[in-house]
């Protein structure tokens, strides 16, 4: 690995063999199967019905009102299904400290429902009074994988548990970047102690769009670390020069390439809390299930295949 810079370990960062933060309740542990993001859409189909699904997940941003309807319909369904909590607001990457009063209505939310799994991006998008819709990438260089690794240490800490970071879907390269991706998180998993979400679209869409080798970059991939896996739809468009320029729209069903690199991942990882991302033209539920249990059906089939 190139470019690693020395930066003395802090107490949050444990020995390797500690476990640095409680593991959730068994009664709140997001079980290996498949799952999907919930959506008003679903609400009462889910509620009346009570399909097997592995679990749901729920953006943080959505719920970090008082009360209300989402409130309402969030509760009844926690009282029967996991939850992995998925955020997007923390700009974890950004150079600038974090929002403590954000950070504190999340602590709030996570008291309530208790989820199994909390997940952030390796991303930014506030600049000083600024906040924008997309998540933007970060140049892999020491000053940003020591600000990444501090964020991450002040978000662990305030909600006394494992963080999850999830690999980004990324359109550009940063000439000043010493890190590959890879490397660069798995330093910042060494430095925290956190955990991986492995967003498999993602990898696919960045390893498009920077002519990578997607199965190159998942056998670089610390895989030992990945809790959850994302899987989700993409867009296929064309740039300036006519080249092939993909994007996470998460708008249509996951693509026959992307079910390929998730059985390959899953060889490694074995079976993990897979979810199925659709937040764009959302289809009917009986749909939307057929994705997880598809996830659910890789995993058996690499499980079978490892026996």
């Known amino acids: ?4 810079a020395a930066r003395p370990l802090r107490f949050l960062h444990f020995a390797e063999s500690a476990v640095p933060f409680p593991p959730s309740q068994s009664q709140d542990r997001v079980p290996p199967r498949g799952g999907v993001g ?16 592995g ?5 943080a941003e959505n719920y970090m009102g008082a009360g209300g309807p989402p409130h309402r319909y969030l509760s009844a369904i926690r009282e029967r299904y996991r939850l992995s909590l998925h955020g997007v607001g923390l700009s974890i990457g950004a150079d600038r400290p974090l929002d403590r009063d954000h950070l504190q209505r999340l602590a709030q939310l996570i008291d309530r429902y208790r989820p199994g799994l909390f997940s952030e991006h390796l991303a930014w998008s506030s600049h000083g009074a600024s906040f924008f819709n997309d998540l933007l990438p970060i140049p892999y260089t020491n000053a940003s994988l020591v600000r990444v690794a501090d ?3 002040e978000v662990q800490a305030a909600l006394g548990r494992q963080m999850l970071l999830e690999n980004p879907s990324t359109y550009v390269a940063f000439a000043e ?3 590959s991706e890879t490397d660069f998180i798995a330093e910042v998993v060494r430095r925290t102690g956190c955990g991986l979400l492995l967003d498999v679209n993602n990898v696919y869409i960045a390893c498009t769009n920077q002519q990578w080798d997607p199965v190159a970059y ?8 990945v809790r959850e896996i994302h899987l989700a739809g993409y867009t296929s468009e064309a740039d300036e020069k006519g080249r092939r320029l993909l994007i996470d729209t998460h708008d249509r069903p996951v693509a026959e390439i992307v079910w390929f690199l998730f059985a390959r ?9 897979t979810l199925i991302e659709w937040d764009k033209d959302v289809p009917a539920w009986p749909d939307l299930k057929r994705e997880a249990e598809r996830a659910e059906a890789v995993m058996r089939f690499v499980g079978s295949e490892a026996a």
Not at 38 to 53: F, G, M, Q, S, W
Not at 265 to 273: D, H, I, K, N, Q
């Open 218 to 225: 998942l056998e670089g991939f610390p895989l030992q670390h």
């Open 151 to 153: 964020h991450i240490d």
């Open 55 to 59: 679990f749901f997940e729920v953006h």
């Open 265 to 273: 991942a899953v060889r490694r990882t074995g079976a993990v809390p």
């Open 1 to 4: 690995m190139t470019g690693r």
């Open 38 to 53: 919930l959506k008003a859409e679903h609400y009462r189909t889910i509620i009346e019905t009570l399909p097997d699904v």
């Open 177 to 179: 970047s010493s890190y």
